[in-house]
Structure formats: structure tokens, C-alpha cells
């Protein structure tokens, strides 16, 4: 039998695997506390890890770098509550926990490429039963957003109830609710995009930036196109404040609503009260205005597919085969109002 000699014994293999495929190891793992650990393992670790370009950073609270420190878990509900409010008087408690703020994070990183951040939780308060979803494009400004929002989710099999809320009605469950949901993700769209700019300003070399609620609620996307832009108006860069906060402008917008009280999907998937707005900027050079009712709704469908995945993926398609039940015009105002709009006619 072969006795492995004294140099033998002394080699460690895992030295021998070469540095480009260690990186693409700890792209492959993105977690920014576990590539922080992986660099205490070794000094070749840490030289490495600061090297790789694909990172996910998960937070718990955020404070911005800005010099007026602000909570951003407490800002967002505290704008939700003046609107749903109207609505529902419920309150959800408070969470102030903080963390430290992503640039000071990320400041040991050198090559980020694509870059996920994860907040904690969603920030609309809903109804029991009741789902949202909205993703929302950014360049130096809002671009477009999606927002799907159903009220029960069952199986086509199941008793009908018979308590659908009259979508036009006075209850606070049909119409008014879907527009305080629609304003609301808007804001907290602007917001989360004003958390990113010291991270794209420092970072100049980042192709892809997501921000994204833990439980699948929102998602802010920047692709390399909507960072270049930012980018180059950085200069020209307008936000406003939400009470005593910043945010991003939100542009003036259109709105574009359809709502089916029942959808039934392949797989015996049965959902009540679906909605699906697709808003788009009509900020010059951003929105392209269309002649024909069909471009319009090719365009919103070149919005919305894609956005979510899954069964809401699949309700989205549906939902843009219905009549729009809502086509208005919005701009925010400095207190988030909304200060005109355009009812769809023979709509509503």
C-alpha cells in the first residue's frame, strides 16, 4: 500500500481550485453575512470575497444616509395610515429596529455587478385573505408599475359565498380600496428608489439593481438602461418630501384599471375580487402616446406579462383580456394627493 509522502500530507487540495471558480462559488451564494463569514475562514477568503459581483443584502431596518436620519419602516406605514385610514381604522404596531445603511455595507465590495436588496416585510395593510403584489421599473424616475391586488384566493370547487363587495359601492371594499392601494404602492415605490441613490452614486459599476419585500409584496427594478439614466441626471435628480421625509417624484402618471369579481384559472384556482392596474409616466420621453385603443392595450400587456410569476403570472394575463374599468390621469402632490384624475367613460 502507498504511503502518502510527508509533501504530500502537507498539500491542502482546496488551494488547488483556481480563484475564478472559488468567485463564482461565492456569486453563487450572494448572501452578504455569509460572504462575510466565508472571509474570516482564510486570508485567501478575504481577498476574494470583496471581489465578488453578485450580492444579496438582507436588511431588517434601514437608515438613510442622509443627515435627517429617518426610519424607513416607520415612514412607509406612517404614510399608508393617512390613506387606508379612509378606509379601515385599524393599526398595525410599529417596528423600529435599525440597522446600518446599505452604502456603509456594501463600501468593502469593489466589482458589484447585480445587486438584490431585501427588506423585511411589505407595508400596505390589507384585509384578511386579501393579496398584493406591484413591481415597479426606474430610470432617474418612475418609468412603470404593475400592481395586482386579489381579495380572497380558493378552489374553484368551493360554495360561492355570495359576499362579493359591490366593486362601485360605498362599503370601502371595492373601487376607493383599490385606488388607496394604488397610491400607496406608487409611494412606497418613490421611497425605496430614493433609498438606492447613495448605493448607485457609489457604485457606479452595478448593471442590475432589485429592491424587494421579503414576502413578495413589492419590487423596484433597475435594469443597466434605468441606471445609466440615473446616472446622467444625476444632477437634475427631484425629490419631495412625504410629510417630514424624502422620496422620489413620482411623475404624472396614467392609470389604466381592470377587475373581474370572480377569476377561474387552469388548475382549479378560483379568485374574487382581482384587480390589475398598469401605470405608466407620462413624462416626456418616457411615455410614447398610441393612436388606437389596441396599441394601448399591447402596450400595457408588454408591461404586465412577466411581472409576476406563478398563479398571479397567470392572473395578470387573464385580467388584461377584461374592459378597463378605470383610465385616469394622476399627479402626486406634495401631500400625496391625488390632484386630478379622468374617469374611463361608460365605465364607472
Known amino acids: 500500500m502507498h504511503s502518502p509522502s510527508e509533501s504530500e500530507q502537507q498539500i491542502d487540495c482546496f488551494d488547488q481550485i483556481p480563484d475564478s471558480l472559488v468567485l463564482l462559488i461565492f456569486n453563487q451564494v450572494s448572501d452578504i453575512k455569509t460572504l462575510i463569514r466565508c472571509g474570516a475562514v482564510s486570508k485567501r477568503f478575504n481577498s476574494l470575497v470583496p471581489q465578488a459581483d453578485h450580492l444579496l443584502l438582507k436588511v431588517d431596518c434601514v437608515i438613510s444616509t442622509d443627515t435627517s436620519d429617518w426610519f424607513l419602516l416607520h415612514l412607509l406605514r406612517s404614510i399608508y395610515r393617512s390613506l387606508q385610514d379612509l378606509v379601515s381604522p385599524k393599526r398595525l404596531p410599529i417596528q423600529t429596529r435599525c440597522r446600518n445603511s446599505p452604502t456603509k455595507i456594501l463600501g468593502g ?69 383599490r385606488v388607496v392601494w394604488t397610491i400607496s404602492a406608487l409611494i412606497a415605490a418613490s421611497v425605496r428608489h430614493y ?93 410614447h402616446p398610441t393612436e388606437t385603443e389596441a396599441e394601448e392595450q399591447k402596450e400595457d400587456a408588454v408591461i404586465a406579462v412577466g411581472s409576476f410569476g406563478g398563479v398571479f403570472g397567470d392572473a395578470v394575463e387573464a385580467l388584461l383580456k377584461s374592459r378597463i374599468v378605470l383610465d385616469y390621469l394622476v399627479k402626486l402632490g406634495e401631500r400625496n394627493a391625488v390632484k386630478s384624475w379622468r374617469d374611463a367613460p361608460n365605465y364607472c
Not at 458589484?112 to 403584489?133: M, N, Q, S, T
Not at 384566493?153 to 371595492?174: A, K
Open 109 to 177: 465590495f469593489e466589482n458589484i455587478r447585480r445587486l438584490e436588496v431585501e427588506l423585511p416585510a411589505g407595508d400596505l395593510r390589507l384585509e384578511k385573505g386579501a393579496v398584493l403584489r406591484w413591481r415597479a421599473v426606474f430610470g432617474r424616475t418612475l418609468k412603470s408599475c404593475v400592481i395586482f391586488a386579489v381579495r380572497t384566493i380558493g378552489e374553484s370547487t368551493d360554495e360561492e359565498s355570495g359576499d362579493e363587495i359591490d366593486f362601485y359601492g360605498d362599503g370601502g371594499g371595492g373601487l376607493k380600496l
Open 195 to 287: 433609498l438606492l441613490k447613495d448605493v448607485i452614486r457609489d457604485h457606479r459599476e452595478i448593471e442590475s439593481l432589485v429592491l424587494r419585500d421579503r414576502e413578495g409584496e413589492g419590487k423596484v427594478v433597475m435594469d443597466k438602461e434605468g441606471l445609466k439614466e440615473f446616472r446622467e441626471g444625476e444632477e437634475e435628480q427631484v425629490s419631495s418630501t412625504v410629510g417630514w421625509k424624502n422620496r422620489t417624484t413620482v411623475p404624472p402618471v396614467r392609470m389604466r384599471m381592470r377587475h373581474e369579481p370572480r377569476l377561474d384559472l387552469p388548475g382549479g384556482v378560483r379568485m374574487k375580487g382581482a384587480t390589475l392596474v398598469v401605470v405608466r409616466s407620462t413624462e416626456e420621453g418616457i411615455h
